[in-house]
């Protein structure tokens, strides 16, 4: 039982987290007070977070007396590129049967009859 509050205080933690970086990257400077008031802890409680995040976490922001701020250039931090690679089928349709084989052979698998000519 103590496992599923340790995995539940864990995902809450991580969720609190994720929307004290998202309304900061929304925004770029906030107060203090209104950060809390939006993400819904105590102003002492959004302090300790944004440590926790500062030390496990990539992103940069400060912490300027009352504000919180984020840097433009890691709000708009380039998202990671994936490529897609496509492989396109090519297939050529047999004269006689209309089998669809690979366009380097000779013969048609189906009916054997010469695909060139």
């Not at 950060?35 to 302090?47: A, M, P, R, Y």
């Amino acid at each position: 039982m103590g496992n599923y509050v340790g995995e539940y205080e864990q995902k809450k933690s991580v969720e609190t987290e994720d929307k004290i970086l998202g309304y900061l990257k929304l925004t770029g400077r906030t107060n203090i007070e209104d950060l809390s008031t939006k993400v819904g802890i105590s102003s002492t409680q959004l302090i300790k977070i944004l440590s926790i995040i500062r030390q496990k976490r990539e992103f940069v922001f400060f912490i300027d007396g009352n504000e919180v701020y984020m840097p433009g250039y890691e709000r708009e931090r380039p998202k990671e590129v994936v490529k897609e690679i496509v492989k396109e089928v090519v297939k050529i349709p047999c004269k006689h049967c209309g089998y669809l084989s690979d366009p380097n052979a000779e013969k048609c698998p189906n009916c054997s009859a010469p695909i060139k000519a």
